[in-house]
């Protein structure tokens, strides 16, 4: 029981392991632009090697920033349910739709080809590609670096009054955010089952159960979310901030060519992976 317990060790996304590595002395914004175009390459291509590639990179990228692949797999175990429930439901009702291929079941509305398996199996390993590049970014690059970023690559679009400063503050607050609310999540269920409440008798694969067993914290949860933002709000005023006001950053990005040939070498995987005709 006591792994049920450990969910902030199972949340990679929104946490910063500072190793020192190659990817963590890259230049933010070309570590978030690489990021961006092997994500829609990997949403976009729909073949067994293509996504096999994209595995074996997500991966290589664990070992290239000094981050240890466990760490990263951990990353996956709370989607695990979901991405069972997503391929139950894709073999079950999108056998219509992708029906090309050849026929292996076949019973009223439910059909199952080679392309409806090839869907699930594809879906499945996109997920865990993009779970794996996103801690790999969030891993090796601070929240303030993912701010100034994200503002500096949006700075463009001032120019028609969006709202850029804000944009990115608010994507990087729901990055930071998703480790402080495992932590509370965790100490809640500490807290339940020291007064008797039950949590992990069944397996990760009994979902209804286990989804019972997370009503009593979900009221708690919100709760503590809205404090936190309150605290947040304060925290800002006191420091005077002003939405849509201008303001200088106290840290300038400037890429250098090793930065440059890391953004050459992303797209050129994310062209392989969207334009090279792989055969299966």
């Not at 969030?138 to 700075?155: A, D, F, K, P, R």
């Amino acid at each position: 029981m006591s792994s049920e317990f450990d969910i902030s060790r199972n949340i990679t996304i929104g946490q910063y392991v500072p190793t020192g590595s190659f990817i963590h002395r890259l230049d933010p914004r070309i570590k978030l632009l690489a990021f961006v175009f092997l994500v829609l390459a990997i949403a976009l291509n729909t073949s067994y090697i293509g996504n096999a590639i994209g595995l074996i990179l997500s991966l290589y990228l664990f070992r290239v920033s000094k981050i240890p692949i466990k760490y990263g797999l951990s990353g996956v175990k709370p989607a695990i349910p979901f991405i069972i429930i997503l391929a139950v439901l894709q073999l079950l009702f999108q056998g219509q739709i992708f029906s090309g291929g050849t026929v292996y079941f076949k019973f009223g509305f439910i059909l199952i080809t080679s392309e409806s398996i090839r869907l699930v199996v594809v879906s499945a390993v996109r997920f865990i590609e993009i779970i794996f590049l996103s801690s790999v970014l969030t891993l090796s690059t601070s929240t303030t670096e993912l701010t100034h970023s994200i503002q500096s690559l949006l700075s463009p679009l001032k120019k028609i009054k969006f709202p850029v400063h804000e944009i990115s503050l608010i994507t990087t607050i729901s990055i930071r955010f998703v480790p402080t609310f495992a932590i509370e999540m965790e100490k809640m269920m500490k807290a339940q089952a020291s007064r008797g409440a039950e949590f992990g008798n069944g397996g990760w694969w009994r979902i209804i159960q286990r989804t019972k067993e997370m009503f009593p914290i979900i009221v708690p949860l919100f709760n503590i979310a809205l404090s936190r933002a309150e605290d947040l709000i304060l925290a800002m005023e006191s420091r005077c901030y002003t939405p849509g006001g201008e303001r200088t950053t106290f840290s300038v990005y400037r890429a250098m060519a090793k930065d440059y040939l890391v953004l050459a070498i992303g797209l050129l995987f994310a062209f392989l992976l969207l334009f090279y005709p792989f055969p299966i």
